[in-house]
Nanobody, 121 residues
Framework: QVQLAESGGGLVQPGGSLRLSCAASGSIFSINTMGWYRQVPGKQRELVAAISSGGSTNYAGSVKGRFTISRDNAKNTVYLQMNSLKSEDTAVYYC???????????????WGQGTLVTVSS
């Protein structure tokens, strides 16, 4: 069984910073892409940032220059450093692992349970 465990959400004032972490555990051989998505009530889940196993990154336009995604392949962990937070960043943030190859040889895509980030004064 493979799962993702997120941490680091919480309440922060506008202009502040938070760091999210997501660790994958279980029968993992490799993970192609890890990323962060977010969702607010009534809206579709949207990509925030993603990073390949080789380190290539992709960001939503609304977070470029403020958020930084990184990963530790040895630990199967992805991080999201969020700076200069705005009220519109308030959402549930979900970790995603895409084309995760299990030790059994299959490929799966899995999601974390989500962590709430609230930006408010």
């Amino acid at each position: 069984q493979v799962q993702l465990a997120e941490s680091g959400g919480g309440l922060v004032q506008p202009g502040g910073s938070l760091r999210l972490s997501c660790a994958a555990s279980g029968s993992i051989f490799s993970i192609n892409t890890m990323g962060w998505y977010r969702q607010v009530p009534g809206k579709q889940r949207e990509l925030v940032a993603a990073i390949s196993s080789g380190g290539s990154t992709n960001y939503a336009g609304s977070v470029k220059g403020r958020f930084t995604i990184s990963r530790d392949n040895a630990k199967n962990t992805v991080y999201l450093q969020m700076n200069s937070l705005k009220s519109e960043d308030t959402a549930v943030y979900y970790c995603n692992a895409e084309r995760l190859r299990t030790t059994a040889g299959g490929y799966i895509t899995i999601w974390g349970q989500g962590t709430l980030v609230t930006v408010s004064s």
